[in-house]
């Protein structure tokens, strides 16, 4: 878990978004990487034909999540985004490709290096089967409360 604290940043955590679909939604945020100097120009697009080629949502207990990424040339500085949405936008569904999830949290990993990805993956994973903190990260009414809910899984497993 302590891999994933070195990648948040309080500029890239997203709150109560509201959003019509995946693809406003992924362009939106690839801009705001592209604009805070984390990833190259271009990173929306490769993010959203990834996307369309390999879905990323996932049901989860208490909500579906999404977890998208591009490719790791467009990586300058290691990063997740999180985005809390509103209301939910349809991603298609990384286990059954036919179908669609209604995704209220969004993690967008930006990486660069591959090792590390399935590492990082396994690490947000794992966040998705703790009830407890996906239910807390979706009630989350600011920045810091996101921060103190990694910062206690952090904590938790030290303990």
Same mark, same amino acid.
């Given at each position: 878990?302590?891999?994933?604290?070195?990648?948040?940043?309080?500029?890239?955590?997203?709150?109560?978004?509201?959003?019509?679909?995946?693809?406003?939604?992924?362009?939106?945020?690839?801009?705001?990487?592209?604009?805070?100097?984390?990833?190259?120009?271009?990173?929306?697009?490769?993010?959203? !034909?990834?996307?369309?080629?390999?879905?990323?949502?996932?049901?989860?207990?208490?909500?579906?999540?999404?977890?998208?990424?591009? !490719?790791?040339?467009?990586?300058?500085?290691?990063?997740?985004?999180?985005?809390?949405? !509103?209301?939910?936008?349809?991603?298609?569904?990384?286990?059954?490709?036919?179908?669609?999830?209604?995704?209220?949290?969004?993690?967008?990993?930006?990486?660069?290096?591959?090792?590390?990805?399935?590492?990082?993956?396994?690490?947000?994973?794992?966040?998705?089967?703790?009830?407890?903190?996906?239910?807390?990260?979706?009630?989350?009414?600011?920045? !810091?409360?996101?921060?103190?809910?990694?910062?206690?899984?952090?904590?938790?497993?030290?303990?």
């Amino acid at each position: 878990m302590n891999l994933l604290n070195g990648l948040l940043d309080d500029e890239l955590i997203f709150l109560k978004l509201k959003c019509n679909s995946k693809e406003q939604l992924l362009g939106w945020l690839g801009n705001e990487l592209i604009e805070k100097g984390y990833v190259l120009q271009g990173y929306e697009k490769a993010l959203l !034909e990834r996307e369309a080629l390999y879905p990323t949502g996932l049901v989860t207990t208490s909500c579906g999540v999404a977890i998208p990424h591009a !490719e790791p040339s467009y990586v300058i500085k290691e990063r997740i985004a999180i985005a809390i949405l !509103e209301d939910g936008v349809a991603f298609g569904n990384m286990g059954a490709l036919d179908e669609e999830v209604l995704v209220r949290v969004v993690f967008l990993l930006a990486l660069n290096h591959s090792s590390q990805h399935l590492e990082v993956l396994q690490a947000v994973t794992s966040l998705f089967q703790n009830e407890a903190f996906m239910n807390n990260i979706q009630k989350a009414e600011t920045k !810091e409360d996101v921060l103190e809910l990694f910062q206690s899984i952090l904590l938790e497993k030290r303990g």
